[in-house]
C-alpha cells in the first residue's frame, strides 16, 4: 500500500476532506467513489495532489499502508451501513474506518460494537465546518477506541482547523464509540439556539427601534469585537448588508421568512428529553424554525389581535446594550445546556469526555467558533469538577451584570408582541435555578392528588402518601 489515508465517498464533503488531507505535508491519500468517474475526475482536475484512485474496494485496500485508515463521507444512513461492510470485507483486523458523515451516534455505537467483533477500529467521527471545513480546516469530533486513534490522531491533527488563539488544532480523542457524533449532535443544537437568539437580537432592532438591517448590521459589527465575537454574529452583519442582487432594498426582506432544517437539532432535543435535561433554548428554537414553517396556523395568526404599537424605547442606546447584554446571558445558558446535556450523554453511555476539551475543538472549524468557547475551556480548567457553566464565577458574573438588562428586552418584548422565545425561556431557566422554592411541591401534590404518586416532606425521611379520599391523614409509604 502507497497511501497513508483514503476517502471513499467522492461528493462535495469527501472531495474536500480527500483534498485538504492531500495538501499536508506527509499524507497520500486514496481515493474511492461507488460511481468510480468522480473520483476519477476529481484526480484528473487536482493533479497536484497526487490522488490515488480505486476503482474498486478491493483497490482501495490494496492501495491502502497499514494499518488501513480510511474515511467515510456518503450519506447518513443505510449507505453509511453498505459501505462500512464493502470496506469490512477487505479490510484486515487492526485496520481503521471512519464514518464522518453525520450519523446518528446510536448507529455508531452499533457498528463500533459490530466491527469491533470483527478486530477493526470504528471511529465516529463529527465533521463541523460544511464544504469550506473540510477543504481548509474543519473542526473534528472522533469517536472510538484509544487504538485506533493512535493512528488515526495524528493524520486528523493534519487536516483540523487551528484555534487562532493558540494554534492548537481543533481535533480531540472525544470518547469511546458514539461520542464524538453525540457531541457533534449537540453542536448542532447549540448552533439552532445560536441563531435562533441572534434572530430575537435582530427583530428586537428592527421591531421596536425600527433600525434598518443596515443599522443593525452596523451593531452587530460593534458586537463582534467583544465577548459576542463570533462566527455567527459576524456572518449576521455580513448578511444584513446584502442589498437583493435584483434591485430594490435588503436582501433580507425579499427572502421567504420559513426556516429549514435538516434534524440535527431535534435529535439533539429528543435525547435531552430522553435523558431528562432541559435545553429549553435549543427546543426554542427548533420550535421557532418549524412555526416558520407552518404558513396555515401563521395565516390564521393574522387575524389575531396583539399590541397597536411597540413600547417607546426612552434610550435606544440604553436598550441596544440592554440586548446585547441579554444576548449574551441567554448564550451563556444555551451552551451551559448543552454541555448538561453531554455530561448526561456520557454518564448514560459510559463516555469518558472532558467538557473543557470539547469547547477547545469548536474554538475553530465549526459553524459555532467564538471566542466564548475559550472561556468556557478555561472555565472547566479552573474547576475540573464544575457541575453547570452558570457555576463558574465569569458566567456568573456575566448573567448578573446583564440579567436587569435582561428582563427590561424580555418585557418590552412581551408588551411589543414581538416574540423571543429564546430569551425568555433562558431566563425562565435562570429564574427557575435561583428560586429557593418551586411549585414543583404542588405538582407533587397534585400527583399524589390523582395517581397517590407519594410525596416527600422537606423536614422528614421518606415518601408519604395522603388519604385524599378518606379522612386525609398523611400515611408513611413502606
Ligand atoms: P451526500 O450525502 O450527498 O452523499 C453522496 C455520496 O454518497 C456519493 O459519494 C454517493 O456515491 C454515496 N452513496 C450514496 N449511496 C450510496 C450507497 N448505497 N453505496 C455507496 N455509496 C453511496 O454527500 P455529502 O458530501 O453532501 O455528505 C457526505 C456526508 O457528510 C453525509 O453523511 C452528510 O450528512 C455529511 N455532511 C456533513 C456536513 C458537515 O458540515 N459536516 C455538510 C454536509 C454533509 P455516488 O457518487 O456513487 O452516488
Known amino acids: 500500500g502507497r497511501a497513508n489515508i483514503g476517502v471513499t465517498g467522492m461528493a462535495v464533503m469527501g472531495s474536500n476532506l480527500a483534498r485538504n488531507l492531500a495538501s499536508r505535508e506527509g499524507n497520500t491519500v486514496a481515493i474511492h467513489n461507488r460511481t468510480t468517474e468522480k473520483a476519477e475526475r476529481l484526480a484528473a482536475d487536482h493533479p497536484d495532489a497526487g490522488f490515488v484512485v480505486a476503482r474498486t474496494a478491493q483497490d482501495f485496500a490494496d492501495a491502502l499502508a497499514r494499518p488501513r485508515t480510511a474515511v467515510i463521507m456518503v450519506k447518513a444512513g443505510a449507505p453509511t451501513d453498505a459501505v462500512i461492510n464493502e470496506l469490512a470485507d477487505v479490510f484486515e483486523p487492526g485496520d481503521i474506518i471512519v464514518d464522518g458523515?453525520?450519523?446518528?451516534?446510536?448507529?455508531?455505537?452499533?457498528?463500533?460494537?459490530?466491527?469491533?467483533?470483527?478486530?477493526?477500529?470504528?471511529?465516529?467521527?463529527?465533521?463541523s465546518g460544511g464544504e469550506e471545513g473540510a477543504l481548509l480546516g474543519p473542526s473534528l469530533m472522533p469517536g472510538g477506541s484509544a487504538e485506533g486513534y493512535a493512528t488515526l490522531g495524528p493524520i486528523l491533527q493534519t487536516i483540523a482547523a487551528r484555534a487562532p488563539e493558540d494554534g492548537e488544532p481543533c481535533v480531540t480523542h472525544v470518547g469511546t464509540d458514539g461520542a464524538g457524533h453525540f457531541v457533534k449532535m449537540v453542536h448542532n443544537g447549540i448552533e439552532y439556539a445560536d441563531m435562533q437568539l441572534i434572530g430575537e437580537a435582530y427583530d428586537l432592532m428592527r421591531r421596536i427601534l425600527g433600525m434598518t438591517p443596515a443599522e443593525i448590521a452596523d451593531v452587530f459589527d460593534e458586537w463582534n469585537a467583544g465577548e459576542l465575537d463570533s462566527y455567527l454574529i459576524e456572518i449576521t452583519a455580513q448578511v444584513l448588508r446584502q442589498d437583493d442582487p435584483r434591485g430594490g432594498g435588503p436582501l433580507i426582506d425579499k427572502v421567504l421568512d420559513a426556516a429549514g432544517a435538516k434534524g440535527t437539532g431535534?435529535?439533539?432535543?429528543?435525547?435531552?428529553?430522553?435523558?431528562?435535561?432541559?435545553?429549553?433554548?435549543?427546543?426554542?428554537?427548533?420550535?421557532?424554525?418549524?412555526?416558520?414553517?407552518?404558513?396555515?396556523?401563521?395565516?390564521?395568526?393574522?387575524?389575531?389581535?396583539?399590541?397597536?404599537?411597540?413600547?417607546r424605547v426612552e434610550d435606544p442606546r440604553v436598550f441596544l446594550a440592554d440586548i446585547r447584554g441579554a444576548l449574551h446571558a441567554a448564550k451563556i445558558i444555551a451552551y451551559a445546556q448543552g454541555f448538561d446535556e453531554i455530561a448526561a450523554?456520557?454518564?448514560?453511555?459510559?463516555?469518558?469526555?472532558?467538557?473543557?476539551?470539547?469547547?477547545?475543538?469548536?474554538?475553530?472549524?465549526?459553524?459555532?467558533?467564538?471566542?466564548?468557547?475559550?472561556?468556557?475551556?478555561?472555565?472547566?480548567?479552573?474547576?475540573?469538577?464544575?457541575?453547570?457553566?452558570?457555576?463558574?464565577?465569569v458566567f456568573a458574573e456575566s448573567l448578573g451584570k446583564a440579567q436587569q438588562?435582561?428582563?427590561?428586552?424580555?418585557?418590552?418584548?412581551?408588551?411589543?408582541?414581538?416574540?423571543?422565545?429564546a430569551f425568555a425561556t433562558?431566563?425562565?431557566?435562570?429564574?427557575?435555578?435561583?428560586?429557593?422554592?418551586?411549585?414543583?411541591?404542588?405538582?407533587?401534590?397534585?400527583?399524589?392528588?390523582?395517581?397517590?404518586?407519594?410525596?416527600?416532606?422537606?423536614?422528614?425521611?421518606?415518601?408519604?402518601?395522603?388519604l385524599w379520599s378518606g379522612d386525609r391523614s398523611e400515611v408513611r409509604e413502606s
Do not use: M
Open 266 to 311: 431535534s435529535w439533539t432535543v429528543q435525547n435531552a428529553l430522553d435523558l431528562g435535561v432541559p435545553v429549553s433554548g435549543i427546543a426554542e428554537a427548533v420550535f421557532a424554525r418549524s412555526l416558520s414553517s407552518d404558513p396555515a396556523r401563521r395565516a390564521i395568526g393574522q387575524e389575531l389581535p396583539g399590541p397597536e404599537r411597540p413600547v
Open 405 to 421: 438588562g435582561w428582563r427590561r428586552v424580555v418585557a418590552a418584548a412581551v408588551y411589543s408582541g414581538v416574540p423571543v422565545p
Open 101 to 127: 458523515g453525520n450519523a446518528d451516534f446510536r448507529d455508531t455505537i452499533r457498528r463500533e460494537r459490530e466491527l469491533r467483533a470483527r478486530g477493526i477500529n470504528f471511529v465516529g467521527c463529527g465533521i
Open 345 to 393: 450523554g456520557a454518564g448514560k453511555y459510559g463516555w469518558e469526555i472532558h467538557p473543557g476539551e470539547i469547547a477547545r475543538i469548536w474554538r475553530a472549524g465549526c459553524i459555532i467558533r467564538a471566542r466564548f468557547l475559550g472561556t468556557i475551556t478555561q472555565a472547566y480548567a479552573d474547576d475540573p469538577g464544575l457541575v453547570s457553566l452558570l457555576g463558574a464565577p
Open 426 to 466: 433562558s431566563l425562565a431557566y435562570y429564574d427557575a435555578l435561583r428560586s429557593p422554592r418551586l411549585p414543583a411541591a404542588l405538582t407533587q401534590l397534585q400527583r399524589d392528588f390523582f395517581g397517590a404518586h407519594t410525596y416527600r416532606r422537606t423536614d422528614d425521611e421518606g415518601s408519604f402518601h395522603v
